[in-house]
């Protein structure tokens, strides 16, 4: 149980295109979604939380316009990187708590690598 | 901001010896969270033990936690090369919190 998948795995694009990434909880309903940016050899940063419903809640530094999020259900949650640059290339990681499991434990996706041209 | 610094950064260690790894963290937290990352992917889910817990076991890990000196420790017992990877400490205040991360530790361990 409590597995979370992301779409793509990988993603190539041309500087000044968006790319939108789905995170999904494949068999638990999500009340809270977190994405996360994650540089080589480097830990995580948090970019925003989201919960279903309602708007995001981005760290502080996290370009909102830049960096969309929608959560419109308890299994799916999507971040677009807008007009994405070079600079924008990272691993992007999703994880989700759920409604019936241990509340404080973040179930992880697998991340995906965007890579701008 | 990140909360947990691990150390050693990097630890190397032959197959069958157990490995130690050390997290400190500055604030008051609700519970402390210990994960694995292997090359390029997510992360896993290890231990999760509360700011009222003193020691926690889960098969060959044992997690300890010092709130008065804002530690903890995450031992691996018996390692594998298997057990590879990345690990980090994330700290939490509670039920559908964000966690904040540490800065992880690489652990190698020669087969």
């Known amino acids: 149980g409590a597995v979370v998948s992301q779409h793509p795995s990988r993603v190539i694009c041309k500087s000044g295109t968006s790319v939108k990434i789905e995170c999904r909880s494949l068999d638990f309903q999500a009340t809270t979604m977190f994405w996360y940016r994650q540089f080589p050899k480097q830990s995580l940063m948090l970019m925003a939380t989201?919960?279903?419903?309602?708007?995001?809640?981005?760290e502080q530094g996290v370009e909102k316009d830049k960096f969309l999020i929608n959560h419109a259900s308890l299994t799916l949650s999507t971040l677009t990187v807008t007009s994405a640059h070079p600079e924008d290339s990272s691993f992007y990681i999703c994880?989700?708590?759920?409604?019936?499991?241990?509340?404080?434990?973040?179930?992880f996706g697998p991340g995906t690598r965007l890579l701008v041209l | 901001s990140q909360q947990g610094e691990e150390d050693p950064q990097a630890l190397s260690i032959q197959e069958g010896e157990n490995a130690t790894m050390n997290c400190s963290y500055k604030t008051s937290i609700n519970n402390l969270q210990w994960y694995r990352q292997n090359s390029g992917r997510g992360l896993v889910h290890l231990i999760l033990?509360?700011?009222?817990?003193r020691e926690k076991h889960s098969g060959r890990l044992r997690v300890t936690l010092d709130t008065s000196k804002k530690s903890s420790s995450l031992l691996i017992t018996a390692s594998r090369a298997a057990d590879t990877a990345s690990y980090f400490c994330a700290t939490g205040t509670g039920a559908n919190s964000k966690l904040t991360f540490g800065k992880g530790i690489t652990l190698s361990v020669r087969p």
């Open positions: 994880s989700a708590n759920g409604l019936a499991m241990y509340q404080e434990t973040q179930y």
């Open positions: 033990i509360r700011s009222n817990e």
């Open positions: 989201s919960n279903e419903g309602s708007k995001a809640t981005y």
